[in-house]
């Protein structure tokens, strides 16, 4: 790939709106329908994780640092290494396969968390997860762009939240009726012993593996770009996105801001969504249960308040500006950082997750732009790959945010019951630059977004 402008200059016959076949109605919305099933059970797991963290601190006698440290980092150190490779699979072979077996390979790891006989081999499993999932997404949006029309990609993006929403909402309801429930499953033959909250991951594992089945299900589109066949034998350098770093790298204007925005705001979203049930526990004084339901409904109720806002909220700018996924990204997350920051401040536990739910809407308003964006403007041979960058720094970072957290709070804060103060300092610092920088981004992605119109009115 020559540079960043040539790659998004030579558009493919293919990829014009015209001569793309897509897909009949029932299988690309049969498709959309188990990538949510399958995204739900990855964020159910994710949610479900953080309703046991007070469990798997006093069984494990962690500290809060090494709490986090479990939840984040240890989840993504495997992502490290072949996160980019595997998300490259789903930019050669075809994405159904590669969703299938990533969604097996995330149903053995999370079970294996539910069979750990120690801390050592708790770690293990997770150490994995990430690196299990890291082609989901990439290949999940890759299938979708393929699938759906341009007019229908922001809604079907839209539509695929329901996973995120099911996962969040229901993560809490059910997680936190489990964990008062599996207070009474430990059981133990031998030296072989299970604590109760291990059920729970078991349960979880069992989900992945039926979601990867229906994979195979799925009617596999065509590509808007030709397939990179001869992706296996390119070299070391191309299958780790060397080719993706360069087309980004060629743009900095514009994937620098993006990419450094997501990469702060998931710090703060991911330790927030890990640490909202401890921070609940020791400030308020509930339990697992209170907070599951209570949660579960603010969750939902921000979820879908913020998945309209967010397609209106892109529908109305579109009218007006060429920018409209950015600018209405940098809007939600300026509403993110005042909700983020206020919630842990409230007197009562009612108010403080009125503002979480508040902070969800936003957080997701905001995500569905963002996504649109950045498909809309990386070249297609490389969807997948570039794809795979930017989650990775959702990712990665987020995987740090909930290990900062707990950093914080055991080097500067102290105090446990304080943890609402640390909540408040990791939200008052990272969001308001994540908005910075997405404020500066939109001006060079609007430029981008007029340049691929003209060449692809020239093309038509």
């Not at 997860?129 to 839209?158: C, I, M």
């Not at 409904?297 to 409209?324: F, K, N, Q």
């Not at 403007?377 to 740090?400: D, H, K, N, S, W």
Request: charged share 10%; proline share 5%; with cysteine.
């Amino acid at each position: 790939m020559a540079g960043g402008a040539q790659a998004g200059a030579r558009i493919d016959p293919a990829s014009v709106p015209g001569n793309h076949r897509y897909p009949t109605v029932a299988s690309r919305h049969w498709a959309l329908l188990v990538i949510v099933l399958a995204t739900f059970v990855i964020f159910f797991d994710q949610v479900a994780f953080g309703m046991l963290a007070e469990r798997i601190k006093h069984d494990f006698g962690l500290s809060d640092a090494q709490l986090g440290f479990l939840a984040g980092p240890a989840g993504v150190i495997a992502f490290l290494f072949v996160g980019i490779p595997l998300a490259r699979l789903a930019d050669i072979f075809p994405r159904k396969y590669v969703l299938a077996a990533g969604s097996l390979a995330i149903g053995l790891v999370i079970a294996a968390g539910g069979l750990a006989q120690g801390l050592g081999q708790f770690v293990a499993a997770r150490v994995f997860l990430a690196a299990s999932g890291s082609a989901h997404a990439p290949a999940s949006y890759s299938l979708l762009a393929d699938a759906f029309p341009p007019r229908k990609l922001t809604r079907a993006f839209a539509l695929l939240q329901f996973g995120f929403i099911g996962g969040t909402t229901l993560g809490p309801w059910i997680g936190g009726r489990l964990v008062m429930a599996s207070q009474g499953w430990a059981v133990q033959w031998g030296t072989f012993h299970i604590f109760g909250w291990q059920w729970i991951l078991i349960g979880g594992g069992a989900a992945a593996l039926g979601a990867g089945l229906l994979f195979l299900t799925v009617q596999e589109p065509d590509r808007a770009a030709a397939m990179q066949r001869g992706g296996v034998n390119e070299g070391l350098a191309a299958v780790l996105g060397w080719r993706a770093f360069v087309a980004l790298a060629e743009r900095p204007r514009l994937f620098a801001p993006l990419f450094g925005a997501l990469a702060l705001s998931a710090l703060d979203v991911f330790g927030l969504q890990f640490w909202r049930t401890p921070f609940l526990i020791r400030t308020y004084g509930w339990n697992e249960g209170q907070i599951g339901a209570a949660m579960g409904l603010a969750v939902l109720v921000g979820s879908v308040s913020g998945l309209a806002l967010g397609t209106v909220l892109v529908e109305a700018l579109a009218r007006r500006y060429a920018d409209a996924n950015v600018r209405a990204a940098a809007i939600c997350f300026a509403g993110t950082s005042v909700a983020a920051v206020l919630s842990p401040l409230m007197p009562r536990a009612e108010w403080s997750l009125v503002l979480m739910g508040v902070g969800v809407a936003f957080g997701l308003a905001g995500a569905v732009p963002q996504n649109a964006a950045v498909q809309r403007v990386v070249p297609p041979e490389m969807r997948a790959q570039v794809t795979a960058i930017y989650l990775f720094m959702f990712t990665f970072f987020g995987a740090m945010g909930s290990f900062l957290v707990g950093l914080v709070q055991d080097r500067i804060v102290g105090d446990p019951h304080r943890l609402w103060l640390t909540l408040a300092i990791c939200a008052g610092t990272l969001l308001p630059a994540a908005t910075v920088l997405m404020v500066l981004a939109i001006r060079p992605y609007g430029q981008e977004i007029e340049r691929l119109e003209a060449l692809e009115h020239a093309r038509s």
